[in-house]
């Protein structure tokens, strides 16, 4: 039998680790496994909310640029009309976040006020009309994925 080095403490038989600190005890792997899921938004459901902003963010733009040009107030109004889905957009973008189902059918109508927008900026030969069919059109297959549809839970019906 070897002996310890001499430059160690001696072992006290006495000496007992102190327990771990208390934890709470942890959810059954059943509720783990829900819990972890109801926090990680799916990927399609982000990249639709990213279009969200993006259009947001166009429509933002737009008005700002139009302010700085000097238009007129009735310009400006038409502007604010003809941008409103990307207005709507943007607080549909924050609201998508929350698990909630009445996002994402808010969602589908933003989108389609915003396809609507685009058909007629495009039948009237502004060729800005595609990238305004096109953003939602993403959108709208991005939220008719199966994970985001798990992601905003239907109600039970009572």
């Not at 609201?95 to 059918?105: D, E, P, Q």
Request: no cysteine.
């Amino acid at each position: 039998m070897s002996q310890p080095p001499a430059d160690l403490p001696e072992p006290n038989p006495g000496m007992v680790p102190p327990p771990p600190p208390p934890l709470y005890p942890p959810p059954p792997p059943a509720q783990a496994a829900a819990l972890a899921a109801s926090v990680k938004m799916p990927r399609s459901a982000l990249a639709a909310r990213i279009i969200f902003f993006v259009g947001a963010g166009f429509a933002i733009l737009m008005l700002v640029g139009a302010i700085l040009m000097g238009a007129s107030a009735r310009e400006l109004g038409y502007l604010v009309g003809s941008t409103l889905p990307g207005y709507l957009a943007l607080i549909v973008a924050f609201g998508m976040g929350s698990r909630k189902r009445v996002w994402w059918v808010l969602a589908l109508v933003v989108a389609a006020l915003w396809i609507l927008g685009g058909v007629g900026t495009f039948g009237r030969g502004d060729l800005r009309g595609v990238v305004q069919v096109m953003l939602p059109i993403a959108a709208v297959v991005l939220l008719a994925q199966p994970a985001t549809l798990a992601y905003y839970p239907k109600k039970p019906k009572a």
